[in-house]
Each structure stands twice: as C-alpha cells, then as structure tokens.
C-alpha cells in the first residue's frame, strides 16, 4: 500500500471516530425538540410561562387595574368617629365634620368624657373656693367672674359645703369654629347636694341634707393651632 493512501485511511478513522463521539455527545434528534428561540415572538413567551410549574405560593399576585379602579364600598369614611357619634346629615354632625376638618385628632366620645370631668372638678372649686384648680380650667373671663364671686362670699363670712352626686345626662348640643378656635357647647344635668352657711352656720341658700337637680349649659374652647390640648370654660348658663 502506497503512502498516499496510508494517510488517506489515517483520516477516515479520525473522522469516524470523531463523528461516533459528537454522536454520544449530542444525542439523535427524535422531532419532539423544540424550535429555536425568538425573544421577540409574543406567542413563544407566553408558551414557556404557559409551561412553567405552577408557583409554590410564595408569590404574591398584584391586582389587575380593572381592579384596582373599582371602588372599595366597605372602606369606611374618614368622618366614622363623627358619623358614630352624631346621625349623618343632621347640623350636629355637619358642625362636628367641620371640628374634625380643623383638628384630625379631635374624638367627640372622649371630649365629652374629658368635659364631664372637668364639670365636677369645676363645680367642687368653686364650693371650696379653690382659685388655683379654676385657673387652669377657665377661661380669663369666666374665672374673673368665679373669682369675683368668691372674693364677695368670703367678705361676708359664708362658706359652702357641696357634695357631688353624679352626672345624670351629658351631651354635646352645639358646635362652632371661629377661625382656628373651636367652642363645643354641651348641656349638663348633673345631682347635687349643696348649701351655703353663714357667718353664723345658717343654712342661707341650698339645702344640705336633699340632692338636687341643676341643669347647665357650658362651652368649652381651644385653639387648634396651639400644641395645648386642653379645653378652657368659655361660657356658662344655667337653666334653672
């Protein structure tokens, strides 16, 4: 055998030989392959998510925006805190809306929790003439006039011995905004045994040993651009 064709016979076996490697490598084609990928190709992309296994529930699927425009009827109103005090649509609810527009935090529930307790420490003040107690909780105008009062009751020897029964009704019957400062008129009946003496220990008005009706009317008022959160005694009338 020549040399040409000794090299010749050389090649053929590599070439076999690397032939039967890339076929163990490969593999054969069945027909059941998949065609080339196209990035591009709307149809491809949504077949492969198509064929993908269903997630382990870990993701979070966010709304549609259809869904997202549809309105939440069983979000409750910004006005709950009011509408569960005072019926929608009546001019109390109307006039406490505008209190809560000025002041976000305002609860009428507490307010009127808070004014029941500053009645009683009010009314037992003034029984015992407690000018520093009023200070804090009246306005200048109304604690001249307590004060006024006072000065006149012990100039003339008299003493006032009160006891505080209880708050029968307490409720909020007006409320207004003036500017920045807001003024919440409640109507307060209240039981109490009270009588005044004088000099001489004489009952002169009131009587101590029976508990009696008063019903009053007081406004309360604070500034809703001062960071005090406290009311003050603007205002009040008896009704008898």
Sequence with gaps: MGTDNIITLFFLIVAALIFLNLRSVLGKRTGTEKPPFDPYRRDQQDVERQSQPADDGKVITLPRRDQQSQPQADMPSRYEIIDDFATPGTPLNDQLRQVYDNDPAFDPKQF??????AYEMIVQAFAEGDRKSLK?????????????????????????????????????????????????????VSQLISATYNSAGEVIEGNADTVAEVVDSW?????TRSRDPNWKLVQTQSEG
């Design 219 to 223: 406004s309360f008022a604070r500034d």
């Design 112 to 117: 009127v929790d808070g004014a029941k307790a």
């Design 136 to 188: 804090t909780l009246l306005s200048n105008d109304v604690y001249q006039g307590f004060d006024q009062a006072i000065t006149a009751r012990e100039k003339a020897g008299e003493t006032v011995k009160s006891t505080f029964v209880g708050i029968e009704k307490a409720e909020i019957s007006n409320a207004a905004m003036d500017g920045s400062e807001v003024t919440i008129t409640m109507r307060i």
